[in-house]
């Protein structure tokens, strides 16, 4: 229920930005400079650049997460963990490669006890962790493609709305004063 209210109320507000400032620009292009009507597209410019502001910033940090399930996992080389006791070796390589297997899906080789390397088989419990996490990072891709999309129809719903709004109003300034049509060459009346 909370989602469907969040979604109606963004909804209007958005239907009401995109009307005032076709509205406001309208009546700018037809002659109507009042403060109102200059206050009016002033602040529904700045609401909808806020939004769709804000629209991109939770899509930019939703990418760097995004980015974070990669990680910089590379396979172990044979040198590393030399210093380590053997089951310490084995530990740390064993938690290294399950780590880069659940943000990564790659099987890589980590250190057995006797310091060979081996290629890690996980268990149904982490591949079921794996599966999950594929689940997120889709949703979290949803996600932040729908924030990018939203702020870009914020954009050009703007734009849009002042460009028809311009057009609306020149027209009709047009229609109802004689100084704003073009001047057409008069034929010349005979006299009576």
Known sequence: MDGLVTYFAFTFV??????????????????DRTRITIWSITGLTVLS?????????????????????????????????????????????????SAAYHGTGKLFMHFDRSGQLKTFSPSQNQMKEREGAVTVKVQLQEQANSFFNIGIRWI??????????????????????PTLERDAPQAARPSP
Do not use: C
């Not at 995109?18 to 002659?31: E, W």
């Open 49 to 97: 650049i806020a939004f769709s502001s804000g629209n991109f910033y939770i899509y930019s940090l939703e990418k760097k997460l995004l980015d974070g399930f990669e990680g910089p996992y590379i396979q172990l080389p044979a040198t590393w963990g030399g210093n380590l006791k053997p089951q310490e070796r084995e530990k740390a390589s064993l938690s290294y490669v």
């Open 14 to 31: 958005w239907v009401w930005a995109t009307v005032g400032l076709f509205d406001g620009v309208r009546k700018i292009a037809k002659g």
């Open 156 to 177: 050009v719903s703007g734009l849009l709305a002042a460009i028809l709004g311009w057009a609306a109003g020149r027209k009709r300034a047009a229609a109802t004063n």
